[in-house]
């Protein structure tokens, strides 16, 4: 993958990431595990994810004097979840931004064709700017990755963000090639896909290492 596909991505190396992601790659990791592994992490990506949000500054009553302090500035942030495997990312983004709007979009892969099948789509009415991030543990052929964005870009949506778990080289490209004005966050970019389009080395299928479902 060239330096211009890798232009719009963030690799975040946090130490405590990387560890964790070690454990939850490990086939013997319990589903227990996986899925509390993989909402912490979605906590210590939501940092990153959201560290340039813009501030503002309101005046409020502290128990012993006035202050000028900042809060997060316009309109409440959006969390897009891919279904099923996003809600695993989306209960730690939660967890720091409990008053965050969300919306859900189901569409899964195709085992033979590879190609996305939309099935479910909720949504805050009003998506036009707003910051929305989309989450899924896995940008893989980015099929899905890029319908659901297209989804959204249909309903206004015109700040986007996409955070993932893993990545591989070919999604990267192809995300980028459909939508180059959304930057996507990772914790890892992996070597490639295998011939079914699972990511090598990656961690298995996400979802059904959270819900012991095959």
């Not at 085992?111 to 805050?124: G, I, S």
């Not at 986007?160 to 893993?166: G, H, K, N, S, V």
């Not at 890892?188 to 295998?194: A, E, F, R, V, Y």
């Amino acid at each position: 993958m060239n330096d211009v596909s890798r232009a719009n991505v963030t690799v975040i190396g946090h130490p405590l990431i990387q560890h964790k992601l070690t454990i939850m790659r490990n086939k013997e990791t319990s589903i227990a595990g996986f899925r509390r592994l993989l909402r912490e992490i979605a906590h210590l990506m939501c940092y990153e994810v959201t560290r340039d949000l813009e501030l503002e500054t309101v005046r409020i009553e502290t128990p012993m004097a006035p202050l000028d302090a900042p809060t997060i500035k316009g309109k409440k942030l959006v969390f897009a979840s891919i279904l099923r495997a996003g809600n695993g990312l989306l209960d730690g983004m939660l967890d720091l931004v409990p008053a965050a709007r969300v919306a859900h979009i189901g569409i899964y892969r195709d085992h033979v064709t590879l190609e996305p099948v939309e099935y479910y789509f909720k949504a805050p009415s009003s998506l036009d700017n707003r910051l929305i991030i989309v989450v899924d543990p896995m940008l893989a052929t980015a099929n899905s990755a890029t319908a659901a964005i297209d989804k959204l870009k249909e309903r206004g949506a015109n700040n986007i963000r996409f955070l993932c778990l893993l990545a591989a080289p070919e999604g990267i490209e192809r995300f980028n090639a459909a939508h180059p004005d959304v930057p996507v966050f990772t914790a890892s970019i992996d070597s490639h896909l295998n011939e079914k389009g699972y990511i090598i080395p990656g961690l298995g299928d996400a979802g059904d290492r959270m819900y012991g479902t095959k």
